[in-house]
């Protein structure tokens, strides 16, 4: 069983960055790690993803370009950068991974994911 567990986030005043972690063990056995979010009363959307067999990433324009996926393969870590927040970004962030290929129309919905990391809140205000 995959697990993923997150780290960071916390609350933060416009125009403050954050950092979001996900670290699984089977990081080996992971073809896509993806960054979503949902904010309160707001479906759940894609912000960046890394296929890290391969080191492609992809981001959405969700956050338009305010946000940077990276990988650390040593520390079996996927680290999503956030900055120049604001109360618009708040919400509950989550860390999904598949193994399996799928579709380019597939990799932004969240039921093409079987893994999921716990979420970690993220607050913006002032």
């Known amino acids: 069983q995959v697990q993923l567990v997150q780290s960071g986030g916390g609350s933060v005043q416009p125009g403050g960055s954050l950092r979001l972690s996900c670290t699984t063990s089977?990081?080996?056995?992971?073809?896509?790690i993806t960054w979503f979010r949902q904010g309160p009363g707001k479906e759940r959307e894609g912000v960046a993803e890394?296929?890290?067999?391969?080191?492609?990433?992809a981001h959405t324009d969700s956050m338009k370009g305010r946000a940077a996926i990276f990988r650390d393969s040593a520390k079996k870590t996927v680290t999503l950068h956030m900055n120049k927040l604001n109360p618009e970004d708040s919400g509950l962030y989550y860390c999904?991974?598949?193994?399996?290929?799928?579709?380019?129309?597939?990799?932004?919905?969240?039921?093409?994911?079987?893994?999921w990391g716990q979420g970690t809140q993220v607050t913006v205000s002032s």
């Open positions: 089977e990081y080996d056995n992971i073809r896509y």
């Open positions: 999904a991974a598949r193994a399996t290929p799928m579709t380019w129309g597939e990799l932004w919905l969240p039921r093409s994911y079987p893994y």
């Open positions: 890394v296929n890290h067999q391969v080191g492609n990433t």
